[in-house]
């Protein structure tokens, strides 16, 4: 799939808590056909993160969006080193970037960011206007606040459709990494 449907998270003054934007992220991964991953038990609530940055940041899960929410955690969030290469460790994870490498070759992130360069300068451009950073490692008070408040309170300016929409689109093939659940 090159693009996503219509995903009322991702407008800039969506009225969606951030749970309700969390629920409709999850049904858009269900109906693109890929699996909805969850945190175990009494680990770190790496997806919960994750999954919440989607939803504030107005990104989907192609692998446009999957880069500009690279450039948005690296420069909008307080994440820590320590936890995101914990994500790294993450068997999904880890097949996940063997699947890219496998699909579209060694070379192919440097090309990728290289082509998606004006919405990740839009992205950086958009951080650096923020009130204060977003906090990566999710407070649950936070889950059933307002994107709009949220978006206010922390100065998130979401990139608009035609900034998402890249001018080439990758076609990857996710089922590798995704059974359905």
Known sequence: MSQSPYLQYQQQDSTQTLREAM???????RAIGRKTLTD???GDAVWLYHDATHAIFGQDTTIEGEAAL??????????????LMRYQQIPEVKQLSRAVIQQLGMFFIPTLYWRNRK????????????????????????LDKRLVDLRNEY???????KQRTPSHATE???????NPS
């Open 23 to 29: 629920t409709e992220y999850h049904s858009y991964l």
């Open 40 to 42: 175990d038990k009494g």
């Open 70 to 83: 690279d450039f948005w955690v690296l420069f909008g969030t307080t994440f820590s080193w320590a936890l």
């Open 119 to 142: 919405a990740l300068w839009g992205v950086i451009r958009n951080t650096r206007k923020m009130s204060k950073k977003w906090p990566f490692e999710l407070p649950n008070n936070l």
């Open 155 to 161: 100065g998130i300016r979401v990139l608009t459709a």
């Open 172 to 178: 990857f093939d996710y089922s590798i990494v995704s």
